[in-house]
């Protein structure tokens, strides 16, 4: 058992969730059985189901956790042992005090010294109720540490953001404070810092001097299934890019931190924020699916997804371009392209570096050089690869692009879960890869100003990547997207599956 573990209670309002059964439930097993929790814990269920009880919570955990991929014979010990469920009727203050007496009994029973995690896996419009309650009953303190996990989104636009903060704050302090972004406990994404920041000759490259451009592609081949009654309200903006892209824009933008904590690393992190440009209409491009084929199926346009107003202008796809003004990233343009229905799942980084000025093969007819580019992929086949020319043997004399690569998968097997990273970090208060309050406000700062525009809404067909229009984004610079694949299959190289 890992002995730096505190003792303790995680308690999971919306315990009887989609997000609990599919995500927390499954990466709280495996914690267990991989020996990296304390020997003493328990985990609290907490719904508005008033028919359900520890037996039946536990029942329907194990069926949960057996749809998940683990063996039945595994799970009926570790549910009788460690879960339990406490309804929480209307949600009124007498329901959270009776939530607090039941919390408080399971402590005094298992012998918890009184350290809580609190896991709001709620719809964002019931934050405000569940923090006044857990407030107003005297939950946001006990004898031990308490902590508070709050799942994006965090607010619609600034203002939203700003009173959510302020919400929090009001109760809670900012060290308690767990904002989490599941694309933050990626494994591939954590070691961005260590790619950049333990490999010098990366990052004495990593500049204006050297780098032409930034792509960023996060992209889906699945429509909005069963989640258009959210997603009509969000969209893409909202979806992916105020939290998830702009994560990786400050991944790989930020300066070196003082130290590898949670406070320099989110420092850094906000600083980048604060240095991209206001971002100009024409530097935007939003689009939404109609029909199309992937993967030879025909599929439905957005408009005809069930629950999706026929008359929605809600941009399924989005592309910016970036400007980010500090002496490192002056004049490199940061290119973003997010949406669903594209071709397939994929969401990769390409650094481009500059060409060399000067042709040294022009007299021998080999001029046709390409620019290197790493690939960092991060779903699926995580991965990275650098991307350079070599001389074709024989004559006429002639130059191909090939991969430097390395894959997770090779090298170490299957790689944990997002989740499970970051429910342990909350169990450490470890806060690096959680995000802060001030990083909230300063990226709906930077992108609600797209929401307040009336912007053309461009339709593309599912199973393409994106408009038309987010081609003519690059192209004013030379510039096109750059694909991993799209290299391999070029120069007739194998392509991992994706």
Sequence with gaps: M?????????????????????????????????????????VLAVSRDNDMDDAAFRSWAHDALERSGLHPSELADWCD???????????????????????????????????RAFYLALPPRAFPT???????????????????????????????????????????????IYRIDHYLGKETVQNLLVFRFSNVMFESLWSRDRVESVQITVAEDLGVETRAGYYDKAGALRDMVQNHVAQLVCLIGMEVPSAFDADAVRYEKIKLLK??????PHNVVLGQYERGRIEDFEVAGYLEEPGVPADSRTETFVGLKLEVDTWRWQGVPFYIRTG????????????????????????????QTHPNVLFVTLQPNEGFALCF??????????????????????????IPDAYETLLLDILLG????????????????LFTPILEQELAVHLYSAGTWG????????????????????????????????
């Design 2 to 42: 890992n002995g730096s573990l505190d003792a303790h209670l995680f308690v999971i309002l919306g315990g009887t969730g989609d997000l609990a059964a599919r995500k927390l439930l499954p990466a709280i097993y495996h914690l267990s059985r991989d020996g990296n929790l304390s020997e003493r814990y328990a």
């Design 81 to 115: 042992a460690n879960l339990f469920y406490h309804p929480i009727g209307e949600g009124r203050p007498d329901d959270y005090h009776a939530l607090r007496s039941r919390i408080e009994l399971l402590e005094r029973a298992l012998g918890l010294p009184g350290n």
């Design 130 to 176: 569940s923090i006044e309650g857990m407030a107003e009953a005297g939950l946001h303190r006990s004898s031990g540490w308490t902590r508070l996990v709050v799942e994006k989104p965090f607010g619609r636009d600034l203002e939203s953001a700003g009173a959510l903060n302020e919400m929090l704050h009001r109760h809670f302090e900012e060290s308690q």
């Design 275 to 280: 240095a991209i440009a206001p971002i100009r």
């Design 340 to 367: 669903k229905r594209l071709p397939h799942r994929l969401t990769q980084i390409a650094v481009t570096f500059r060409e060399p000025p000067v042709c040294l093969f022009e007299s021998v007819g080999g001029c």
């Design 389 to 414: 020319d070599v001389k074709v043997p024989g004559e006429p004399f002639a130059l191909r692009t090939l991969p430097l690569d390395f894959y997770y998968k090779d090298a170490f097997g299957d």
């Design 430 to 445: 470890d806060q690096t890869l959680f995000v802060h309050g001030d990083w909230t406000e300063e990226s709906w700062r």
């Design 467 to 498: 408009p038309r229009a987010v081609d003519e984004l690059l192209a004013g610079r030379g510039h096109s997207w750059m694909g991993l694949a799209d290299i391999r299959k070029h120069h007739g190289l194998f392509v991992p599956d994706v």
